[in-house]
């Protein structure tokens, strides 16, 4: 009651911004509908393995190139919106920009991008940071998403079930296979008792090549895990891909 009482003169007092643009929303609407309208929400047609938007429609369970191919280390991967020059600030403002409040409600867009993967979930993880890297930034971005996530879909979030052993360079510059050899053997399991039988979903802020999520993919089905699907915030879509 005193927490409901103290929200509601909070949002009296400091009305709710469009995160983009600082227009005044209303609450927990994240963006105006300007902003709205030009952030590119991701779903069918696409890859039916990783997501990737096509530009028409197929059929019902076509891959893209890529992932026939060489198949990644995940069965799924669902985003909500296209990592662009529109949604760019969202997503740099989320891991950089202390604006963590923001996990709830990115969360419950992930819920819906990704209701398919939720549906057969056992367990949410998050894509880990170095320890290093955690220290310096103080919260890692995915642990933020996986926990509201789990808040709002009752299902157990395993915030310590990856680490990563090894810094990397950060990982622009690289293509997809640069992007596999540079990560080998970086991230290990280390709650079994977590994972084995189970089916995981991996969270993680942004989708660039699939490279990092492959890994930690591979990671968990070496611990035993069952399926392991992807749902991140954002995707990078390359031009040509
Ligand atoms: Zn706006
Ligand atoms: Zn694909």
Redesign the pocket.
């Known amino acids: 009651m005193l927490m409901q009482s103290l929200r509601f003169l909070f949002d009296i007092l400091i009305p709710q911004r469009c995160f983009l643009c600082g227009t005044p929303v209303p609450r927990d609407g994240g963006l105006c509908p300007v902003c709205w309208s030009r952030i590119t929400f991701l779903g069918s047609p696409q890859?039916l393995?990783?997501g990737?938007p096509f530009e028409l429609e197929i059929g019902p369970a076509t891959?893209?190139g890529?992932?026939i191919s060489d198949p990644p280390g995940f069965h799924r991967a669902r985003s909500v919106f296209r990592y662009d020059g529109a949604s760019r600030d969202l997503v740099l403002g989320f891991k950089h920009g202390d604006r963590t409040g923001r996990a709830p409600l990115f969360a419950r867009w992930m819920a819906r991008a990704g209701a398919d993967l939720l549906a057969g979930t056992d367990v949410i993880v998050p894509v880990p940071l170095h320890p290093l890297r955690l220290f310096l930034r103080r919260y890692n971005q995915s642990a933020l998403l996986a926990n509201a996530l789990s808040r709002q879909t009752g299902i157990r979030c395993c915030p310590d079930a990856l680490i990563r052993v090894r810094h990397t360079p950060t990982q622009g510059g690289f293509g997809r296979r640069g992007r596999r050899a540079n990560l080998q053997g970086v991230i290990r399991a280390r709650r079994p008792d977590a994972i084995a039988g189970r089916n995981v979903l991996l969270i993680d802020d942004v989708f660039t090549t699939g490279a990092t999520v492959g890994e930690c993919a591979r990671a968990l089905r070496a611990a035993g895990a069952g399926s392991v699907d992807v749902l991140t915030l954002a995707r990078v879509v390359r031009a040509g891909q």
């Open positions: 890859c393995r990783c990737l891959l893209c890529a992932c």
